[in-house]
T-cell receptor, first 118, second 113 residues
Framework: GAVVSQHPSRVICKSGTSVKIECRSLDFQATTMFWYRQFPKQSLMLMATSNEGSKATYEQGVEKDKFLINHASLTLSTLTVTSAHPEDSSFYIC??????????????FGEGSRLTVL | GEDVEQSLFLSVREGDSSVINCTYTDSSSTYLYWYKQEPGAGLQLLTYIFSNMDMKQDQRLTVLLNKKDKHLSLRIADTQTGDSAIYFCAETLLASGTYKYIFGTGTRLKVLA
């Protein structure tokens, strides 16, 4: 099956620093990748949708200058949390759609990245 | 607006059946999904159903869709302790050539031995 890998799985950083999270589709080309944020015991909150080679579409209330998304290739999308603060601490999950499963809209999820900002 | 709701918790005994319910508001959804999330992990697709189907069965999983009432359910037969996880239903809407996914609030299933 299609595999999506996120890295790092856990990251701890100091307040004010920037953190980059990578999302890779390992065995398929991802036409679209999505970034979600999940607070403890809560549902997934869609942050942005990114298509290869174009600017990401951010959901209302998500600061695009704060959460930089780059989708440079069909297998890699990155999320950079700039000038991180403790309130940015969360579980970030990416997902991707494969060209093959595009008809059913099946999403393939990464393992998630837990960010802790001290 | 688009909204997908689920009950937050469900507790069952090992060997019993679990039924997780979901209601959604947008009738234009094309597919509806059930995902499973284990602690500290991403989501794993369990099964999906096309919006013009009423039922889909896949081994221990049975999905029922009542499109009139906008109600989706997931039945897990012979529930095992390994089924303890959070279950999310989701619907997809295709708008302007782009998929938009709406996830439910998640139901935390606890299986008691």
């Amino acid at each position: 099956g299609a595999v999506v890998s996120q890295h790092p799985s856990r990251v701890i950083c100091k307040s004010g620093t920037s953190v980059k999270i990578e999302c890779r589709s390992l065995d398929f080309q991802a036409t679209t990748m999505f970034w979600y944020r999940q607070f403890p015991k809560q549902s997934l909150m869609l942050m942005a949708t990114s298509n290869e080679g174009s600017k990401a579409t951010y959901e209302q209330g998500v600061e695009k200058d704060k959460f930089l998304i780059n989708h440079a290739s069909l297998t890699l999308s990155t999320l950079t949390v700039t000038s991180a603060h403790p309130e940015d601490s969360s579980f970030y999950i990416c997902s991707a759609i494969s060209l093959i499963t595009e008809g059913t809209g099946e999403l393939f999820f990464g393992e998630g990245s837990r960010l802790t900002v001290l | 607006g688009e909204d997908v709701e689920q009950s937050l918790f469900l507790s069952v005994r090992e060997g019993d059946s679990s039924v997780i319910n979901c209601t959604y508001t947008d009738s234009s959804s094309t597919y509806l999904y059930w995902y499973k999330q284990e602690p500290g992990a991403g989501l794993q697709l369990l099964t999906y159903i096309f919006s013009n189907m009423d039922m889909k069965q896949d081994q221990r999983l049975t999905v029922l869709l009542n499109k009139k009432d906008k109600h989706l359910s997931l039945r897990i037969a012979d529930t095992q302790t390994g089924d303890s996880a959070i279950y999310f239903c989701a619907e997809t809407l295709l708008a302007s050539g782009t998929y938009k996914y709406i996830f439910g609030t998640g139901t935390r299933l606890k299986v008691l031995a």
